[in-house]
């Protein structure tokens, strides 16, 4: 049990579906991310929710739209992906920013194709 | 030129050998900075946590971080086949970030331990 739990775990998808991906924290965190893991490349931070606002869009496709309806859950909707779209996609969650301890704790990830 | 450099490797020992896994960086603002190890096919997980300068030991890992030379280590003695994973560095900034934790992660080295 990590804390953190990421639904699906496996999501193929066409490239005319629309799809949601569910992330859900028990640990009392107040900020969620959504991260995207690709292949030989770093973990790209794509949205920061603090206190369910949105604080940061990392210059995301629109094609990904967040949704935070509480401070424990955190989604993330899906319409006409792209192959190159194709990636684990990872929720984590820490204390919110004013606090000293930063960590992040993450789910196990959705591993996303896009055919 | 990445904020975070990190050698992706692979690497391959023979298990008990000594493990020094590095990182470097360029953002003199990081403070807080991280060691997740993620096994295949499953999220982050977080390993080690340390603040500003200095040693941390916990059991058989050791993180160590120099601010003067923007460097972070992490050591693994005795190491063991379960070690084997991808370590990824991670840091962020001051307290009091409006984004909350908002970290920056190296490309992850991928260590293997051969028994």
């Known amino acids: 049990e990590t804390g953190v739990t990421q639904t699906p775990r496996h999501l193929v998808m066409g490239m005319t579906n629309k799809k949601s991906l569910k992330c859900e924290q028990h640990?009392?965190?107040?900020?969620m991310y959504w991260y995207k893991q690709s292949a030989k490349k770093p973990l790209e931070l794509m949205f920061v929710y603090n206190f369910k606002e949105q604080t940061e869009n990392n210059s995301v496709p629109s094609r990904f739209s967040p949704e935070c309806p509480n401070s424990s859950h955190l989604f993330l909707h899906l319409h006409t992906l792209q192959p190159e779209d194709s990636a684990l996609y990872l929720c984590?969650?820490?204390?919110?920013?004013?606090?000293?301890?930063?960590?992040?704790?993450f789910g196990q990830g959705t591993r996303l194709t896009v055919v | 030129q990445k904020e975070v450099e990190q050698d992706p490797g692979p690497l391959s020992v023979p298990e008990g050998a000594i493990v020094s896994l590095n990182c470097t960086y360029s953002?003199?603002?990081?403070?807080?900075f991280m060691w997740y190890r993620q096994y295949s096919r499953k999220g982050p997980e977080l390993l080690m946590y340390t603040y500003s300068s200095g040693n941390k030991e916990d059991g058989r890992f050791t993180a160590q971080v120099d601010k003067s030379s923007k460097y972070i280590s992490l050591f693994i003695r005795d190491s063991q086949p379960s070690d084997s994973a991808t370590y990824l560095c991670a840091m962020s900034g001051v307290r009091g970030e409006t984004s909350g934790s908002r970290l920056t992660f190296g490309e992850g080295t991928q260590l293997t331990v051969n028994p």
């Open positions: 984590a969650s820490s204390q919110d920013g004013t606090t000293e301890n930063t960590e992040a704790f």
């Open positions: 640990l009392g965190h107040n900020a």
């Open positions: 953002n003199s603002a990081f403070q807080y």
